[in-house]
Antibody
Framework: EVQLVQSGAEVKKPGESLRISCTGS????????IAWVRQMPGAGLEWVGV????????RSSPSFPGHVTISADKSISTAYLQWNSLKASDTAIYYC??????????????WGRGTLVTVSS | QSVLTQPPSVSGTPGQRVTVSCSGS????????VSWYQQLPGTAPKLLIY???QRPSGVPDRFSGSKSGTSASLAISGLQSEEEADYYC???????????FGGGTKLTVL
């Protein structure tokens, strides 16, 4: 079965660091982009950034300049989203997704279940 | 405020046909294809339409997509109660070199 399995919910304090993960299975992990999408409480979807596990090329959304780091370890088919210093405004569900980019077609064809990150003092 | 504009809500009765609109600009919808996603309450989104009007396998043909200029639409015919959900449009935006989403439309089945 083709799927993206995300790490479990996290509760952190402001200023703490965090890394959440996403493991792909059932397909060749290095041949698709992995994108992270944020959904704040009661809000819509926002693009965080993408990584191509094949060569670790990364692109971040202009809305998240330098605040998060996206990485991947292709040897274990896993992508990561990392914060060095969390803020309360980082509280959200973070979805790991598989992003298709073929010529004129660009879309998300597979979603993980999401990781709830709660940042509170 | 989202780059793509969707109505906050739409409603319909079972069996009815409803449409959800998505308005953008020349840098996103006007230049690139549109995809649509369904998010049932408490779950992750799911792909409904890609490439403006293509359905992935498993998506009923009651769901259809279209695009004209800088706007797109999702139509659902034969509305069913279990389709009460949030619907999002998305497209690549050449000006920010990343995808952008609509703000989402809540579909209520009366």
């Amino acid at each position: 079965e083709v799927q993206l399995v995300q790490s479990g919910a996290e509760v952190k304090k402001p200023g703490e660091s965090l890394r959440i993960s996403c493991t792909g299975s059932g397909y060749i992990f290095t041949t698709y982009w992995i994108a992270w999408v944020r959904q704040m409480p009661g809000a819509g979807l926002e693009w965080v950034g993408v990584i191509y596990p094949g060569d670790s090329e990364t692109r971040s959304s202009p809305s998240f300049p330098g605040h998060v780091t996206i990485s991947a370890d292709k040897s274990i088919s896993t992508a990561y989203l990392q914060w060095n210093s969390l803020k309360a405004s980082d509280t959200a569900i973070y979805y790991c997704t598989r992003f298709v980019a073929e010529k004129d077609l660009k879309y998300v064809d597979l979603w993980g279940r999401g990781t709830l990150v709660t940042v509170s003092s | 405020q989202s780059v793509l504009t969707q109505p906050p809500s739409v409603s319909g009765t079972p069996g009815q046909r409803v449409t959800v609109s998505c308005s953008g600009s020349t840098s996103n919808i006007g230049s690139n294809t549109v995809s649509w996603y369904q998010q049932l309450p408490g779950t992750a989104p799911k792909l409904l339409i890609y490439g403006n009007n293509q359905r992935p396998s498993g998506v009923p043909d009651r769901f259809s997509g279209s695009k004209s200029g800088t706007s797109a639409s999702l139509a659902i015919s034969g509305l069913q109660s279990e389709e009460e959900a949030d619907y999002y449009c998305a497209a690549w935006d050449d000006s920010v070199n990343s995808p952008v989403f609509g703000g989402g439309t809540k579909l209520t089945v009366l």
